[in-house]
């Protein structure tokens, strides 16, 4: 496949590249920073453009399988996570390119909660974190209106963070995912894996989806 990704020096976006060249596709890093590119893995391709500018989008998805981004805006720039999950939308509204979009947790439900959204739980979001949770959500809301772009969008558990890379997760539609122990996580390597099975398998077509061990 050929695969563009947006926020590709980043935590989730490397791994990302990492993983899809492993299994023999053809990728392309977004990069806002040239100098960004030492940090990725030397087979990929990189590209200059920004997921909230619309021709970009347009231009960089052109001719691909899919667009994978991962950016995440800096702090007391919130709402940008909204505005670039729209630019991302128009541009492949005309492209007519997938778009599997990572997502924040805080639209998910509280397991056992009586529909309590994890934006709304104290305990996993502190006030802290209301802002970018909120925009999380405005995100995800954004992507269910949407009917012309054939979206995805991958809610993180509540923590994600570098460790293995072990194959071995959970897979979950609207609810918090968490184990055992009590624990909602996984790795950025798992996590990886679990999006780029996303891309090549097609399995959740206009709907969110999670993960977590
Ligand atoms: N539990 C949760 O809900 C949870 C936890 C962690 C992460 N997340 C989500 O996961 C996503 C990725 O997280 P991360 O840790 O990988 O982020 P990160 O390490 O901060 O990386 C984000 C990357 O996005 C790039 N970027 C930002 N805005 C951009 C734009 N408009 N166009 C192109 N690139 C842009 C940045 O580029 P520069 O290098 O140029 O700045 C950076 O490389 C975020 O959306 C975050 O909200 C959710």
Known sequence: ????VFGAAGNVGKR????AIMRGHEVTAVLRNPSRATELNPAVNVVIGEADNVNDVVRLSMGQDIVISATRPPQGAENQLVTTAQS???????????????????SLVVPN?????VVDDINLVPLAWRDIALACLAQHQLCQKDKAVEWSYL???AMISPGERTGTFRLGNDELLIDEQG??????EDFAIALVDEAEQDNYSKKRFTVAY
């Open 1 to 4: 496949m050929k695969v563009t």
């Open 183 to 188: 624990n909602s996580a996984i790795s950025f």
């Open 113 to 117: 909660s009586q529909g309590t959204l």
């Open 16 to 19: 990302v590249i990492d993983e």
């Open 88 to 106: 991302l939308l128009s541009g492949l509204a005309q492209t007519k390119v997938r778009l599997l979009l990572v997502g924040g947790a805080a």
């Open 155 to 157: 809610s993180p558990p």
